[in-house]
């Protein structure tokens, strides 16, 4: 029986096509990581004339507050596939080779530095488990968990690396800052749906947010994962040769997603929530980074979360995944309007890189 879709004429047909080109290669490709050519040498180090690497104000922004890491630097899912590895990007160290840009180079040591981290009184940061940072704000009751990374299996170690250290809480909150995948992904990892239709835990997303996370991740989900592969260099290894990282992280985990949809939708600038006992303070920010995306403040603590609409990197305006392109105009009013409506700020931290 014929199970394929396609007349077995026309799969003899490909077949003896594929067996032909097959047979015309003379040998396979040589796929061995090479060095820097004389031209890539030369480009480099016309890059670094001038310009100084390595800032100590940056590294000590991308140190401070260091508790813990984990034990095991391989996050694995329940089959025992691995899910996310960290230990690789240790090796990253020293000056800058001649195969990598000096200043990409010193980006990717400060990106790979994983582990949990306090930013200030009862705000913490797990950072490098995953592409993206999950931030942990103490409530009165429980942890308001910011962006829960992509993975269910990275946001369940993240939250267990915390309460080891931290002593453990339930969760209270959590907060979608905007609609791309490793901010709301792991959120199945860390909370149970049948709590938050219970009412017991709230999920706070920017207006919007189902309607764009839907049709970027799953309409367009296919071909933009495909696509990535190849933005990120997902397949190779990590080392001088190969890949240093993301820019925004090391690199991306390969973990289950997930999504439970939101409870609380904030609409406009200057809307106030008190979640579990924290005051919260709302800038939306739509059509910047993401077109469902918000930023917020916590008077209390003078500490600003600036979601990705502010990295320790060089942004994307357009992404060769294929996500919308950004307008960069309107982005820049929305950092403008950031600047004059939280001067008072102290602590300014995102869903990646490290903060300020």
């Given amino acids: 029986m014929n199970r394929h879709p396609f007349p077995a004429s026309l799969l003899a047909l490909a077949a003896a096509l594929m067996a032909g080109a097959a047979g015309a290669q003379s040998h396979a490709p040589d796929l061995t990581p090479k060095g820097a050519t004389a031209a890539t040498i030369v480009a480099n180090q016309a890059f670094a004339a001038g310009r100084t690497f390595g800032s100590a104000q940056e590294t000590d922004f991308a140190t401070r507050g260091f508790i813990a890491a984990m034990d095991d630097l ?13 230990a690789p990007f240790n090796a990253l160290k020293g000056d800058a080779p001649d195969t ?41 009751t429980g942890w308001i968990v910011i962006d829960p990374m992509m993975s269910a299996e990275t946001a369940k170690a ?51 947010f189902m309607e764009h996370a839907i049709a970027e991740n799953v309409l367009a989900g296919n071909s933009m994962a495909r696509r990535a592969q190849y933005q990120f260099a997902m397949p190779l290894s990590v ?45 939306m920010a739509p059509h910047t980074e993401a077109p469902s995306e918000f930023l917020f403040y916590l008077p209390d603590l003078k500490a600003l979360f600036w979601a990705e609409d502010v990295n320790k990197t060089m942004h994307n305006i357009y992404t060769l995944r294929g996500t919308k392109a950004r307008d960069a105009l309107n ?20 869903a990646h890189t490290w903060p300020t």
Avoid: C
Avoid at 182 to 202: C, L, P, Q, S, T
Avoid at 331 to 349: C, G, H, Q, R, V
């Fill in 74 to 86: 391989q996050i694995k899912d329940a089959k025992g596939n691995l899910v996310f590895d960290a």
């Fill in 239 to 283: 080392g001088p040769t190969m890949a240093v990282g993301f820019g925004l992280g090391a690199a991306a985990s390969l973990g289950t997603i997930g999504l439970i949809p939101p409870t609380d939708v904030v609409t406009k600038t200057g809307q106030q929530l008190t979640v579990d006992g924290v005051r919260i303070v709302f800038q």
């Fill in 100 to 140: 990598v840009n000096p200043s990409l180079w010193e980006s990717a040591k400060l990106t790979a530095k994983h582990g949990l981290f306090k930013l200030a009184e009862g705000i913490y940061q797990v950072r490098n488990y995953d592409i993206e940072n999950m931030t942990l704000v103490a409530g009165k």
């Fill in 158 to 208: 993240a939250i267990e690396l915390a309460n080891k250290h931290l002593g453990k809480r339930p969760i209270a909150a959590l907060i979608y800052s905007h609609t791309h995948v490793d901010h709301f992904g792991g959120a199945r990892g860390i909370v149970d749906e049948a709590d938050v239709k219970a009412g017991k835990i709230r999920v706070i997303a920017p207006d919007g």
């Fill in 331 to 350: 982005w820049s009013k929305y950092i403008n309007e950031l600047l004059d409506i939280f001067p008072d700020a102290e602590l300014a931290f995102g």
